[in-house]
């Protein structure tokens, strides 16, 4: 596995698929670019989640939030990327990503993006895939697959 910043988002067997139960993970040093100063925007990311048939593996979720940081993001636009992204990697029953920026300009700003599998549909793949720049998501224990292109 890389340990260097990566868009590919690892999963693993839910151990407890038949429960519904919360898995919360925090990121409190999220940094991306701002897309009209060029200065870092620097924030928490929260994701929640109750798990379908897969969870997010720990250190792909790291260096995949860290790779967002030489990129330039608007913060509502970056943490709906981050849960479409987790959704497509995991289809969890149900998810929430939190996102919570510092001061700027005397301002904080927090961005909340939900999905429920039970009455939103998958998110569509990102532009960039579709003009065949995949996001890889890895199931642990089974070869990479590639994302792309029509469903």
């Avoid at 497509?88 to 919570?100: D, I, K, S």
Wanted: charged residues 30%.
């Amino acid at each position: 596995m890389p340990s260097r910043p990566s868009k590919q988002l690892d999963s693993f067997p839910n151990p407890n698929p038949e429960r519904d139960y919360v898995v919360r993970h925090e990121c409190p040093e999220f940094t991306a670019i701002c897309p009209v100063t060029g200065q870092p925007d620097f924030g928490c990311i929260a994701v929640h989640y109750v798990p379908d048939r897969r969870c997010v593996e720990l250190k792909s979720l790291k260096l995949y939030l860290w790779s967002f940081r030489d990129e330039g993001h608007f913060f509502e636009a970056v943490t709906n990327r981050i849960l479409d992204d987790l959704v497509r990697a995991t289809r969890p029953r149900r998810m929430t990503v939190v996102g919570r920026f510092n001061v700027r300009g005397g301002i904080s700003s927090t961005a909340v993006a939900s999905y429920d599998a039970s009455r939103d549909a998958l998110p569509a793949e990102p532009r960039a895939a579709r003009r065949g720049v995949a996001l890889a998501v890895t199931r642990l224990g089974a070869p990479a697959r590639r994302k792309g292109g029509r469903r």
